[in-house]
């Protein structure tokens, strides 16, 4: 677990948010993340390839969240 928030650490909190906005539209016409999310709201999305997909668009959103909330319960605790 230390190593995991340590390199989470070492990740910019400004690198992080170009990669959710950057991976969460491309492509661009429809976003491929909200298009992936509509399969799997439907039940659509059973290959692993889409599946594995999905999980790639949404990991920078995923680091994301989890740095805010690094940062916000270090700023508690100061």
């Not at 661009?28 to 298009?35: A, D, R, T």
């Not at 399969?39 to 680091?63: C, K, N, R, Y």
């Amino acid at each position: 677990m230390k190593i995991l928030v340590s390199i989470l650490d070492k990740i910019s909190l400004h690198t992080l948010i170009v990669a959710t906005i950057f991976l969460g539209i491309i492509p661009f016409s429809p976003p491929h993340s909200i298009e992936k999310i509509q399969m799997l709201m439907a039940g659509e999305l059973t290959q692993w390839i889409d599946i594995g997909d999905l999980a790639f668009h949404l990991s920078p959103a995923v680091l994301l969240v989890l740095k805010i909330i690094r940062l916000n319960g270090q700023n508690k605790a100061e």
